[in-house]
């Protein structure tokens, strides 16, 4: 079946960082690929997508790429911010619309 | 994106109980699915919800402990049957609107504790 698999976490960074963050997929086919965020005390939130093969998502200042030849999807941001924090996760459509989380990555960003 | 709301937003429920969860929508829905978020892990998803007949249910969960109705477009509800700690979750609804095809927008979720 499908699955996705992110990066262990969780990421601690300083104020302008550069974050990465992995997300793999398997799948039959080539499934819509997203990224959702979490903030502390908040509901989930899409914050980028991408539909097929060299699409780029972005959103507030974080990118991903959807690399066919590598079946990931990583999640990128130049310079991270305190109010970044919050839990991100992965996730690949498939098929009627369902979708298939990763584990989720929690990132904490000091001042 | 839509406006999503679910109630209620959390409950302390005794075992053997059972809670029955809503989602309303604002806009025109085509797809509506709930998922359960264990503490500290991902969302798994627990069913489709079909308007006007059964729902479509994942491996591992049946419709005697999750029975699920969706009378129209813009609304459902999620029942945890007969509870135990094990159930202790937070369940959420999502849609996929008509107006934005191929992208999930969540509520806020049902936090449940079962004691």
């Known amino acids: 079946g499908n699955s996705v698999t992110q990066m262990e976490g969780p990421v601690t960074l300083s104020e302008e960082a550069f974050l990465t963050i992995n997300c793999t997929y398997t799948?039959?086919?080539?499934?819509?690929l997203f990224w959702y965020v979490q903030y502390p005390g908040e509901g989930l939130q899409l914050l980028l997508k991408a539909t097929k093969a060299d699409d780029k998502g972005s959103n507030k200042g974080f990118e991903a790429t959807y690399r066919k030849e590598t079946t990931s999807f990583h999640l990128e941001k130049g310079s991270v911010q305190v109010s970044d924090s919050a839990v991100y996760f992965c996730?690949?459509?498939?098929?009627?619309?369902?979708?298939?989380f990763g584990q989720g990555t929690i990132l904490t960003v000091h001042p | 994106s839509a406006v999503i709301s679910q109630k209620p937003s959390r409950d302390i429920c005794q075992r053997g109980t059972s809670l029955t969860i809503q989602c309303q929508v604002d806009?025109?829905?085509?797809?509506m699915f709930w998922y359960r978020q264990q503490p500290g892990q991902s969302l798994t998803l627990i069913a489709t919800a079909n308007q006007g007949s059964e729902a479509t249910y994942e491996s591992g969960f049946v419709i005697d402990k999750f029975p699920i109705s969706r009378p129209n477009l813009t609304f459902s509800t999620l029942t945890v049957s007969n509870m135990s700690p094990e159930d202790s979750s937070i369940y959420l609804c999502?849609?996929?609107?008509?107006?934005?095809?191929?992208?999930?927008?969540f509520g806020p979720g049902t936090r449940l504790t079962v004691t």
């Open positions: 999502s849609v996929e609107l008509a107006a934005a095809p191929d992208e999930q927008y």
């Open positions: 806009s025109q829905v085509t797809m």
């Open positions: 996730a690949g459509g498939t098929s009627y619309g369902k979708l298939t």
């Open positions: 799948a039959t086919g080539y499934p819509s």
